[in-house]
């Protein structure tokens, strides 16, 4: 398996999430703020980017678990950033609102970025076991497409809404 797959965020989900994939084979990247939290990835065999766009840089999708879209935003929203994630897919896993997922996917589309939204429904520690489940909001085809990726991740995997990221519907 030679996808090259970017986790941008390495706190307890992230490293979970970047360690499943590189376990199951794939080209894995992992940049975090705070480079400590990126050592045991280091040291298991992950790639470790200094920086954000070198990590984009590296990858064919890219995940994002970090605090959530706020936090998000700078990261991401920078235009040599903006032009590295054209062509690729962002999922984003943090978390957030209806609205902001709305809002992320807006962003996306017109710069050529394929967008997927996800929550992520569980524990780090059940990542790469089959108690794990994540709940996805996209276009039917990109899900189908990166489904191979993400399924390391969690057995049961759902995509809610076929058109536009509107996972996190208000109760």
């Known amino acids: 398996m030679n996808q090259k797959v970017t986790v941008i965020g390495a706190g307890r989900m992230g490293s979970a999430l970047a360690a499943a994939l590189y376990k199951r084979g794939f080209d894995t990247t992992v940049w975090n703020r705070t480079w400590s939290k990126t050592e045991s990835l280091s040291r298991l065999g992950l790639r470790v980017a200094?920086?954000?766009?070198?990590a984009v840089g590296n990858a064919e999708i890219v995940i994002v678990n970090i605090n959530n879209y706020e936090?998000?935003?700078?990261l991401v929203r920078q235009p040599a950033i903006e032009s590295a994630l054209r062509g690729k897919v962002l999922v984003q896993l943090s978390s957030g609102s209806?609205?902001?997922a709305r809002e992320m996917e807006s962003w996306a589309r017109p710069l050529g970025i394929d967008y997927l939204d996800g929550a992520i429904m569980n524990y780090p520690v059940d990542i790469g076991k089959p108690e794990g489940t994540v709940l996805y909001s996209g276009p039917d085809e990109l899900f189908n497409r990166v489904k191979p990726?993400?399924?390391?991740?969690v057995t049961t995997q759902s995509l809610l809404e076929r058109k536009s990221a509107r996972l996190r519907q208000p109760m």
């Not at 200094?50 to 070198?54: C, G, R």
């Not at 936090?71 to 700078?74: A, D, G, K, L, Y």
């Not at 990726?149 to 991740?153: A, C, D, I, Q, Y």
């Open 50 to 54: 200094p920086s954000v766009l070198e």
């Open 71 to 74: 936090s998000t935003h700078p």
């Open 98 to 100: 209806p609205d902001e």
């Open 149 to 153: 990726v993400l399924l390391p991740l």
